[in-house]
């Protein structure tokens, strides 16, 4: 079975480009949910989607959006990029709504910003 | 506003011997906690999970044990593995608070052979 699938795995951009992160979760998971980890503030929940409507949304700018299509693939996006948004991004699936499901995540795309 | 800490940000034990580690939280509307492991340039790996009306929860080399009077968690594995050199993070949810993953810092762990 495969796991949850993030590409890229690496991404350089420049201040001020935009830049769109992919996940494809487990086969039958339909919840993806997006966290972004950094060395100052550890691992901060961005924003989860299940069915193809975002459910919930954690305290980050408008800057940073996503969407999630019928196959449960999501994407995320981060315009007007900043020297702060250098971060490793992760993406979690899980079968349904809830923490019991349990999470499972992929490996990330590491975005440098410079 | 740190909800969920895990004070201790490195913990070195010995093989075969017991590792601890722990997390407190604020928020009470927390109700399932999680353990994460991770290593470097990976995502988390889940490890073992306790609902909030459980205290325990056992799974091969690791408990979970949860003090829901005092806000506190802990994971002991037993015995430590060189494998098991990772750093492991603490996670809460709340089903009233959108399911949401609200993790600590992380404990960095190094078992020695």
């Known amino acids: 079975k495969a796991g949850v699938t993030q590409t890229p795995r690496y991404l350089i951009k420049t201040r001020g480009q935009q830049v769109t992160l992919s996940c494809s979760p487990i086969s039958g998971h339909r919840s993806v949910s997006w966290y972004q980890q950094t060395p100052g503030q550890g691992l901060q929940f961005l924003f989860e989607?299940?069915?193809?409507?975002?459910?919930n949304k954690g305290n980050f700018p408008g800057r940073f959006s996503g969407r999630q299509f019928s196959n449960s693939r999501s994407e995320m996006n981060v315009s007007t990029l900043e020297l702060g948004d250098s971060a490793l991004y992760l993406c979690?699936?899980?079968?349904?709504?809830?923490?019991?499901?349990?999470?499972?995540f992929g490996s990330g795309t590491r975005l440098t910003v410079v | 506003d740190q909800q969920v800490k895990q004070n201790s940000p490195s913990l070195s034990v010995q093989e075969g011997r017991i590792s601890i580690l722990n997390c407190d939280y604020t928020?009470?509307?927390?109700?399932?906690f999680l353990w994460y492991k991770k290593y470097p340039a990976e995502g988390p790996t889940f490890l073992i999970s306790?609902?909030?009306?459980?205290d325990k929860n056992e799974d091969g080399r690791f408990t979970v044990f949860l003090n829901k009077s005092a806000k506190h968690l802990s994971l002991h594995i037993v015995p430590s593995q060189p494998g098991d050199s990772a750093v492991y993070f603490c996670?809460?949810?709340?089903?009233?608070?959108?399911?949401?993953?609200?993790f600590g810092g992380g404990t960095r762990v190094l078992v020695k052979p």
């Open positions: 979690a699936s899980s079968p349904g709504r809830g923490a019991n499901y349990g999470y499972t």
């Open positions: 306790i609902s909030s009306i459980k």
């Open positions: 996670a809460a949810s709340a089903r009233a608070a959108g399911n949401k993953l609200t």
């Open positions: 989607y299940f069915s193809e409507t975002q459910r």
């Open positions: 928020n009470s509307m927390f109700d399932y």
